[in-house]
């Protein structure tokens, strides 16, 4: 089935440990986004990545980190320098372009504590 | 900037009901489009329509229909004759052509249908 993975659906860490998020894709979209959901509010972007190697900041990507090594896979890592971690992720992909739209996968929900 | 803004912060109907869920934008951008997302409890947004700046037709889908007034920069969603399933969490969101390629998204509505 093509799609979105996003694994694990929960995750649970201590403070100040780093954590990295994984998704993947088989859309053969070019595009891929991560977002961050705190509760009672809407999406913001974290990181986006148009192509593979090259990536860039989103609203939010501070205490964050990506890697685009591959067109199927956009890894982020939450840092210990992110100061209010706990929150559902969302990664997206699309086909790139700002007429398309974008599928996002089931989403991660990290807490720290 | 661009935003949008969904002022119905939470709407309870029983099935059956018709319900209209608001979405107002501001853009400065000429061209733009404007997406609707579900959210259902599992969490996974699903991807529901597009529709860009200078097509202002409304459409149907099943139950589901959009209104787009760009007089009023408005993108208004009903669902006809409700059903439990529909309950969830609804974003309207938009997307520029300048800048970043991202979508800015409204705070949500949730939705509850009652048997």
């Known amino acids: 089935d093509g799609g979105i993975t996003q694994s694990p659906k929960y995750l649970f860490r201590k403070e100040g440990q780093n954590v990295t998020l994984s998704c993947e894709q088989n859309l053969n979209h070019d595009a891929m986004y991560w977002y961050r959901q705190d509760p009672g509010q809407g999406l913001r972007l974290i990181y986006y990545s148009q192509i593979v190697n090259d990536f860039q900041k989103g609203d939010i990507a501070e205490g964050y980190s990506v890697s685009r090594e591959k067109k199927e896979s956009f890894p982020l890592t939450v840092t210990s320098a992110q100061k209010n971690p706990t929150a559902f992720y969302l990664c997206?992909?699309?086909?790139?372009?700002?007429?398309?739209?974008?599928?996002f996968g089931p989403g991660t929900r990290l807490t720290v504590t | 900037a661009q935003k949008v803004t969904q002022a119905q912060t939470e709407i309870s109907v029983v099935e059956k009901e018709d319900v209209t869920l608001d979405c107002v934008y501001e853009t400065r951008d000429t061209t733009y489009y404007l997406f609707w997302y579900k959210q259902p409890p599992s969490g996974e947004l699903v991807f529901l329509i597009r529709r860009n700046s200078f097509d202002e037709q409304n459409e149907i889908s099943g139950r589901y229909s959009w209104n787009f007034q760009k007089s009023t920069s408005s993108f208004n969603f009903t669902i006809t004759a409700s059903q439990v399933v529909d309950s969830a969490v609804y974003f309207c969101a938009l997307r520029g052509i300048q800048g970043a390629q991202k979508l800015v998204f409204g705070q949500g509505t949730r939705l509850t249908i009652n048997p």
């Open positions: 997206a992909s699309g086909s790139g372009g700002s007429s398309n739209e974008q599928y």
